[in-house]
């Protein structure tokens, strides 16, 4: 017999009573959603519509990051900007040489067009103008004056006489000034052999006595050659013999304070002696065991280094340079001119480098005639040289014969 279900809820009404809320969950969930992706879409659109798109930035220059210092009259860039330090695409392969050679014929240039346009200039009205004859051309000291040796050194390799070889090595070559100029033409000295001497104008003027003389003193520097003969410098006060003093950078750095003193005293003129007394050599020659400036850079180095720490000190670029040994090659004494500076030689070599006694000092020097150079040495008290010096030199004035410097 079959049984009659009652009018009890069905086995699935439970489960649908539990279903249908959670369908309408998910749909709502659904629906969220979809309303935050909405509204975010409106939002950035309204964003966009706002705020007009900033204009795309240049690409950064080529420099140092500029934020802590900024250039004057620069815009002011913001903390965190950064700029690549590299030279631009079309930068050439050596950009020291590139600047030197474009500042050299930057300066040429403008000396040109100076020359060009003499006399062609408008003249302000009350004001006086100097005459084109009198107007500054670019010479070799001004053209090199304040710029870094290496662009000293780059602009100097462009010159013609570099690339020849060396052909005459010695310490009287042609372009050494060994005697003053009054009397290099009339007379030309035995230890000037067979080279032409060619001194500065400037070296010396034409004497009123019997003669006049060049005391030269060199103070080489070094580990033995750093010490300062008090004595001699005192003595030459006293007497109001006037001398040029040729000093190296060494001997500089040991002696700042005496540098300093022989500089301000008008008795005394300094000059070039080299940063560290070496010959002068474009391919390193050496002469006596000491080594010559290997190249052009070293040479560089060598003469306008020194002539900078002696300006540094005395206010003054000296007119006159001496290598060490007083050795020459023919090309660096090409460049040595060509940096604006004279070449001092010697006629008599007074104590031959301080290895002579007082009396062989003295000899030597009593032995000078009108228009001598005399080469001796002020850094080696416990050498000949003082005594030798102050028995001689009271005897030449005797005899009438004068002293100068070179410049005088």
Known sequence: MALKRTKEQPRSSRSKKIRRPKLHLRWGRILMAFSLISLCSAGVWLIALREPAAPEASPPAASAVQTANPQPGGNKTLPGDIFVDKAPPSAPADPLLAKAVQERDAALNAARAGNATQGNQPTNQGASQPPAAKQAQPTASNLYAGKDLRIVTAELATHKFIGNSPETWGEHIAGTTNMLSHVWESRQHPAAGNYTLTPQKT?????????????????????????????????????????????????????????????????FEVAAHGTAHKPASINGRSVYGIKGTANLAALVKEVEGNARDIEAVTGKRP??????????????????????????????????????????????????????????????????????????????????????????
């Open 203 to 267: 070296a010396g003027p034409v004497p009123q006595s019997k003669g006049t003389v060049a005391l030269t003193l060199d103070a080489c520097g070094g580990p033995k050659g750093s010490g300062y003969d008090e004595e001699l410098i005192d003595f030459l006060r006293e007497q109001h013999i006037p001398a040029t003093l040729f000093l190296t950078s060494s001997w500089i750095h040991k002696n700042p304070l005496v540098a300093r003193q022989l500089a301000a005293d008008p008795l």
């Open 319 to 408: 007119r006159w340079y001496r290598s060490g040994t007083a050795y020459y090659d023919d090309i660096a004494a090409a460049v040595i001119r060509q940096l604006g500076i004279g070449i001092a030689g010697y006629s008599i070599a007074g104590d031959e480098g301080a290895t002579l006694n007082a009396s062989q000092v003295e000899a030597k020097v009593l032995g000078a005639q009108d228009g001598d150079i005399l080469l001796l040495h002020m850094n080696r008290p416990q050498s000949g040289t003082r005594e030798g010096l102050m028995q001689a030199l009271p005897k030449l004035r005797e005899k009438g014969m004068g002293f100068t410097r070179l410049s005088q």
